[in-house]
């Protein structure tokens, strides 16, 4: 049983910067990419940044420059550094792994993470 945890979102102010963390933990072998998607009232679930096994990150045009996205594999983690945030970067924030864990190869996802940007 694999378990994914998000933490460390909430409320700051426009311009301000917040650092979301999502660790798995579990019977896992391997993590392959991880990434991150938000989703705000009454819209889709966008991908807003991803990274591969060997660190080589994409990002959506609306946060690229702005956001970074790491990952530290020996804890099974992927963060996202978010900078200059503004109002419309309000949603719930999901992480989201491929891996391949005991019971085979699947893909899992975080809770659910609030950030609101508001003043």
């Known amino acids: 049983q694999v378990q994914v945890v998000e933490s460390g979102g909430g409320l700051v102010q426009p311009g301000g910067s917040l650092r979301l963390s999502c660790a798995a933990s579990g019977d896992i072998f391997r993590i392959g990419v991880m990434a991150w998607y938000r989703q705000a009232p009454g819209k889709e679930r966008v991908l807003i940044a991803e990274?591969?096994?060997?660190?080589?990150?994409d990002y959506a045009d609306s946060v690229k420059g702005r956001y970074t996205i790491s990952r530290e594999n020996a804890n099974h983690a992927v963060y996202l550094q978010m900078n200059a945030l503004e109002p419309e970067a309000t949603a719930v924030y999901y992480c989201?792994?491929?891996?391949?864990?005991?019971?085979?190869?699947?893909?899992?996802w975080g809770q659910g993470i609030q950030v609101t940007v508001s003043s």
């Open positions: 989201h792994m491929n891996l391949a864990a005991n019971a085979g190869v699947g893909s899992v």
């Open positions: 990274i591969t096994t060997g660190g080589l990150t």
